[in-house]
Structure formats: C-alpha cells, structure tokens
C-alpha cells in the first residue's frame, strides 16, 4: 500500500525498508490523513456558520436547542478513530522484541566517530564517506537483508543517539550504559546512520553509512579472514594521516590550540602532567595516551579524551605519521 502512495505522489518517503518502519510509515499516514480531513471539515463549517450567521443575514442571535445525533457522532467517531491510532501505534511495542536468531552486533560511540564489533570480530575498513565537498573517513557497517540485526550500544564519553531514518530507528547511546535496538532491512543498498544527539564541536561527523548486501555476499565477507598487509614507510604514514581525522577535531597539527594540545613537534618535546610529573615524548607515551587517556592528563588541558578504539596497525600507522609533524 505504502509503495504504491509512493509511486503515486512520486516521493521516497515510505521506502518500505524494514517492517516495523512500514507500520510507523502507516501509522504516520494514518494520523496525518485524519488530521488533514479534519482541518479541512472544520475550516469548511466554521467559513460557512461565519456566512450563515454574519450579522447581515442574522441580525437578531438566535438560540439554537443541542442536537443530541450530531453530539453522538462527534463523541463516537473520534473515539473510534483515537482507539485506531491506538491500536497501530501498537507496532512500536516490536522495537523492544529482538526476534530469536538476531546478528548481535556491539555499537561503540565515541567523540566523533562509531566503531562496530562482529560477533567474530570481524574488522570494518574505513572508508570515505559524505559529500564530495566534505568527506570523513568512517566504518561503513555491512549486514544482510532480510535477517534480523541486534545493537548493543554504549558510549565512551557523553550521549550520543544513534539513527538510521531509512530504517525508522532511534535509540540513545548512554556513557558506560547499555542500550539497544533491532531491526531486519528488506532492501539492499546504502543507508544513513548518524548521531542526532549534539555531543560538542564535531557532532556533524558522527555519520557513517549502513550497507545491505544479499545474505551470500554477506557470508563471503564475514568468513572470509582478515588480512593486515604490512605497511611501512610513506604508506605506513599515509594510513596514519587518514586514521588521525578521527583526532583531529581536538588535537590540532599547526601548534594552535583546540580542545586538546597540538601535536605539531610531538615527538620533540617534553610533556608536563597534571600530577606534577613530566615526560619526553616517545612511541610508548604515545600509545598510553591513546589507550589510557585519563592515567597522564596535559597540564592546562581538560581530563576529557577517551579510549579510541584502534587497532596495533592504527596505532602504528598514527605514531609514524606524528613523527612527520
């Protein structure tokens, strides 16, 4: 029904991609529609009781006695028609019922940027995503049509929300709370995924995308086993200048300052800590202050960075590339 609204008025907007977003989609239509009508009733009656009665053609009020038909009607058919809405409003009780056999796949949220874990562990390249105007580099998160997806989702560091509108899903991700959705995509293609709760300067880059694939596509990838190619030299350092836009919208290259101190001549540097102590800036420093921000805080800077979740290749690969600054 949904498609053929669509195909009629000519827009996408019931894209029929996942059944509970048909119900929504439907019960949307529904209420708007019964709205529409009656604004339309309404305003069509109150034009004419104001030409009816104008004080030209009534020029004396008169009384006019209740009429007890019209009074039922106008009790018994908003009441039918709230206990509709009531009843397709319903479908949002599906949202909170994972069907059995669901593909649990674990959300991590994080200023600025998602990460997603495989129940196998199956690693997602990044890759650019955005307008060719702006671009970032993020996971695209791969499923399979027709089966059921399971998140569950926390947050390193504030509230983020995670919504994927194509699929009619929406749901906050909490700080060192668990949260979760579900959903079964019916099409295959690319679909937005973003965060819509404002989480500081970077929220706007907090987008990735959603890619359906057939389920044997889907199966071919996910068995198929990841291979690290070494990387060295200026590919070792071209991997860790894409990797590091994932830090940039805190720490800057340039000496100026954001959020964070800038890196420009990291390594040629001593580091003064909050704690009194103070460090010459190496690989080793480095990579605790990736995995456990909150042990060595800058001084003069805000104890608000998080664990960003990279692997020893990233890790690697940024540490080669701030070695260039």
């Excluded at 057939?214 to 200026?234: I, M, S, V």
Aim: aromatic share 12%.
């Amino acid at each position: 029904m949904l498609d053929k609204i669509t195909n009629t008025i000519g827009v996408s907007l019931f894209q029929n991609v996942t059944d509970v977003g048909n119900s929504i989609d439907f019960t949307f239509l529904f209420i708007f529609v019964v709205c529409v009508f009656f604004l339309i009733a309404n305003t069509a009656v109150m034009l004419y009781f104001c030409y009816k009665f104008s004080h030209k053609r009534n020029p004396i009020g008169t009384n006019i006695e209740g009429n007890t038909t019209i009074e039922v009607i106008w009790t018994v058919i908003p009441t039918i028609l709230v206990m509709m809405m009531f009843y397709y409003g319903l479908a949002y009780n599906k949202m909170d019922q994972v069907p059995d056999g669901a593909l649990k796949i674990k959300v991590q949220a994080y200023k600025w940027a998602w990460a997603f874990e495989y129940p196998n562990k199956k690693k997602l390249k990044k890759q650019e995503v955005g307008s060719p105007e702006w671009k970032i580099r993020m996971p695209i998160l791969k499923i399979p049509v027709g089966r059921a997806i399971e998140f569950e989702m926390e947050s390193t560091d504030v509230v983020h929300s995670l919504y994927i509108p194509a699929f009619r899903v929406k749901k906050d991700v909490l700080p060192f709370i668990k949260t979760g959705l579900w959903f079964k995509a019916n099409k295959v293609g690319f679909y937005d995924l973003f965060c819509t709760e404002y989480c500081g300067d970077s929220h706007s880059r907090m987008y990735t995308q959603v890619e359906v694939v057939t389920q044997e596509e889907f199966d071919k990838w996910y068995n198929t086993k990841d291979k690290n190619q070494a990387l060295t030299g200026d590919a070792l350092v071209k991997k860790g200048r894409q990797t590091f836009s994932t830090c940039a919208a805190c720490h800057s290259i340039d000496g100026s300052r954001i959020v964070g101190p800038s890196l420009k001549g990291l390594f040629t540097r001593e580091t003064h800590f909050e704690n009194g102590k103070s460090q010459k800036v190496d690989e080793a420093y480095v990579r605790k202050s990736i995995l456990e921000p909150k042990t060595d805080v800058v001084k003069g800077f805000p104890n608000i960075m998080t664990k960003v979740p990279l692997d020893k290749q990233e890790l690697d690969a940024i540490i080669a590339y701030l070695k260039t600054l």
